[in-house]
């Protein structure tokens, strides 16, 4: 069973300045991905970044890094210079890997409600 | 290259009804996963397809089906509908990585 706990329910930062959103998770599996979404209040997921298990450096997309401690099974979405278009839900997921392909069904967290200041 | 499309976007129905909800993934993707967010539960996996075949199940009662076309189109049908089934629904697709593209959900409120 995996399990991925998110204990920021909501977020207020300064337009500008950099975010870190918390996640930790609970696995068995030898073999995971890690992933972020944002959900903007129009309900559509939208995919940030990706993170493998095997991975030994942490993934970064644009203004989206995430901060891989794989021995402390924890995979922090750090954001730069956030924006007001930054304001969303965003949700930590992860799903267990086959080696043959093939992939679990994504388990996410409560997510974290984001506001960005002007 | 278009996105995950899903139809029709919002839906309203009453108890005991069934309803079928569709997604077209991207162009090119095999895969299609379906997941229900409530604010209760959250997000939760219900079913993935691959090549036509169910290849995972979330936890769900029987009363949740799916099904893929040859063409990777999924439709996702619920049975004998319950007030708790009132959900956002979303579609996911993905290719040959592991990343999951989410389509804009279905809204079905049960009445």
């Known amino acids: 069973a995996q399990k991925i706990t998110q204990t920021q329910p909501g977020m207020f930062v300064q337009e500008k300045e950099a975010v870190t959103l918390d996640c930790t998770y609970d696995?068995?599996?030898?073999?995971?991905?890690l992933f972020w979404y944002k959900q903007p209040s129009s309900g559509e997921m939208i995919f940030l970044i990706y993170?493998?298990?095997?991975?030994?450096q942490n993934a970064t997309e644009g203004r989206y890094s995430l901060n891989f401690q794989k021995a402390r099974k924890s995979a922090n979405l750090v954001i730069s210079a956030s924006q007001l278009g930054d304001s969303a839900m965003y949700f930590c997921?992860?799903?267990?890997?086959?080696?043959?392909?093939?992939?679990?069904?994504?388990?996410f967290g409560k997510g974290t409600h984001l506001i960005i200041q002007p | 290259k278009a996105g995950v499309t899903q139809t029709p976007r919002y839906l309203i129905k009453t108890r005991g009804q069934q309803v079928t909800l569709s997604c077209s993934p991207i162009?090119?993707?095999?895969?299609v996963s379906w997941y229900q967010q409530t604010p209760g539960q959250g997000l939760q996996f219900l079913f993935e397809?691959?090549?036509?075949?169910?290849?995972n199940k979330g936890n769900f009662p029987g009363r949740f089906s799916g099904r893929q076309f040859s063409n990777s189109r999924s439709e996702m049908n619920v049975s004998t509908l319950e007030l708790g089934d009132s959900a956002l629904y979303l579609c996911?697709?993905?290719?040959?990585?592991?990343?999951?593209?989410f389509g804009p959900g279905t809204r079905l409120t049960v009445t």
């Open positions: 696995t068995s599996d030898q073999s995971y991905g």
């Open positions: 397809y691959f090549s036509e075949t169910q290849r």
């Open positions: 993170q493998g298990s095997y991975d030994e």
């Open positions: 996911a697709s993905s290719s040959m990585g592991y990343e999951q593209y």
């Open positions: 997921a992860m799903r267990g890997l086959y080696s043959g392909g093939g992939a679990d069904g994504l388990t």
């Open positions: 162009s090119g993707h095999r895969s």
